[in-house]
């Protein structure tokens, strides 16, 4: 097993054990300015160790914390808050989100890895191909679209923006909108970001929408309760790199996960960047008001004019056989 794999996967785990347990701590401070009779109950339980020691019968003890429990979560209803809200609320309850259970790893822990091992390897192969300095300005030399933009002016500011993105990638680093057709470029360049920002020692994500959606399909409408989390990994990753926006499904469902991601992120201050082939007007068609409202006002949009790039590849490609 990949040992880099299993400590993120592990990291990840025990990230979600300490907001479960930060997330109760918050509801018991809360709880105890609220309620002061529930803070009176609960300091009683924290006594119960002690009681015993001094001898108390442990029977009693027990039918009289289970009497106050109820109590509690009756006075907790009775205040407009859930029965169990002072429960920790773990992720995986089975192995109470440490990874182990039953003697042995979780299989929250085996899904994690096995996901995390997929994206890995997308990456690798993708990442090889793909840092600022194999980027080619010459392909957009003497190139003017056809409103009389000057294509190699454009990406040589486009690729400076981007190189001094990565360079200053930090936490809460800004979000990015790619716009442009196919084969301007936009890959290569939001691959090079990555490139750098991995090597800055943080957590990327990167894959086309279209693949990611199915895997959160999958894990969500599979029979079997899957414990794996592809689109809590896409929430709280350090950096999410969207390819391909509008390639996939328009789905109630697909439109809901878009929107959850660019939102959440949005809200928690992540740095993603999106890629699409699709102009302004394009994904105003397709996508809901709130989502666009969100990319507009959030995202930095880049458009990227150029020649089809991949097209003249091939072609000087080809040209040498002639
Ligand atoms: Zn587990």
Same mark, same amino acid.
């Given at each position: 097993?990949?040992?880099?794999?299993?400590?993120?996967?592990?990291?990840?785990?025990?990230?979600?054990?300490?907001?479960?347990?930060?997330?109760?701590?918050?509801?018991?401070?809360?709880?105890?300015?609220?309620?002061?009779?529930?803070?009176?109950?609960?300091?009683?339980?924290?006594?119960?160790?002690?009681?015993?020691?001094? $001898?108390?019968?442990?029977?009693?003890?027990?039918?009289?914390?289970?009497?106050?429990?109820?109590?509690?979560?009756?006075?907790?209803?009775?205040? $407009?808050?859930?029965?169990?809200?002072?429960?920790?609320?773990?992720?995986?309850?089975?192995?109470?989100?440490?990874?182990?259970?039953?003697?042995?790893?979780?299989?929250?822990?085996?899904?994690?890895?096995?996901?995390? $091992?997929?994206?890995?390897?997308?990456?690798?192969?993708?990442?090889?191909?793909?840092?600022?300095?194999?980027?080619?300005?010459?392909?957009?030399?003497?190139?003017?679209?056809?409103?009389?933009?000057?294509?190699?002016?454009?990406?040589?500011?486009?690729?400076?923006?981007?190189?001094?993105?990565?360079?200053?990638?930090?936490?809460?680093?800004?979000?990015?909108?790619?716009?442009?057709?196919?084969?301007?470029?936009?890959?290569?360049?939001?691959?090079?970001?990555?490139?750098?920002?991995?090597?800055?020692?943080?957590?990327?994500?990167?894959?086309?929408?279209?693949?990611?959606?199915?895997?959160?399909?999958?894990?969500?409408?599979?029979?079997?309760?899957?414990?794996?989390?592809?689109?809590?990994?896409?929430?709280?990753?350090?950096?999410?790199?969207?390819?391909?926006?509008?390639?996939?499904?328009?789905?109630?469902?697909?439109?809901?996960?878009?929107?959850?991601?660019?939102?959440?992120?949005?809200?928690?201050?992540?740095?993603?960047?999106?890629?699409?082939?699709?102009?302004?007007?394009?994904?105003?068609?397709?996508?809901?008001?709130?989502?666009?409202?969100?990319?507009?006002?959030?995202?930095?949009?880049?458009?990227?004019?150029?020649?089809?790039?991949?097209?003249?590849?091939?072609?000087?490609?080809?040209?040498?056989?002639?």
């Amino acid at each position: 097993m990949n040992q880099k794999i299993f400590q993120k996967a592990m990291q990840t785990i025990s990230m979600r054990r300490i907001k479960a347990k930060t997330e109760n701590e918050q509801h018991y401070q809360e709880i105890n300015d609220k309620i002061p009779e529930i803070a009176e109950i609960n300091y009683q339980l924290a006594q119960t160790s002690t009681r015993i020691l001094m $001898g108390e019968d442990i029977e009693i003890l027990k039918r009289q914390n289970l009497q106050a429990q109820r109590y509690c979560a009756q006075l907790l209803v009775n205040h $407009g808050y859930p029965a169990d809200y002072l429960d920790i609320h773990y992720t995986c309850e089975k192995c109470q989100d440490t990874g182990y259970s039953e003697g042995g790893y979780c299989s929250c822990l085996e899904k994690l890895i096995a996901s995390l $091992g997929t994206m890995e390897m997308t990456q690798q192969t993708q990442l090889k191909l793909c840092n600022f300095n194999q980027f080619n300005l010459e392909y957009y030399k003497g190139k003017i679209t056809d409103d009389g933009i000057n294509c190699y002016a454009s990406m040589s500011n486009i690729l400076q923006r981007c190189r001094q993105y990565a360079a200053n990638f930090h936490p809460h680093a800004s979000s990015l909108l790619f716009f442009g057709d196919v084969g301007v470029g936009k890959t290569h360049l939001s691959l090079s970001i990555v490139t750098e920002v991995l090597k800055q020692g943080y957590e990327v994500i990167y894959d086309s929408i279209g693949n990611l959606i199915s895997r959160i399909e999958h894990e969500h409408f599979s029979r079997e309760k899957s414990e794996e989390d592809t689109l809590q990994l896409l929430l709280n990753t350090d950096f999410l790199v969207l390819d391909d926006l509008g390639t996939e499904f328009q789905t109630q469902f697909n439109l809901s996960v878009v929107y959850t991601i660019i939102n959440t992120r949005i809200n928690r201050n992540l740095p993603t960047i999106i890629s699409t082939n699709l102009n302004w007007q394009q994904l105003n068609e397709q996508y809901q008001e709130r989502i666009m409202s969100r990319l507009f006002a959030v995202y930095e949009s880049i458009e990227f004019r150029g020649p089809d790039v991949r097209l003249i590849k091939k072609r000087n490609a080809g040209s040498q056989y002639l």
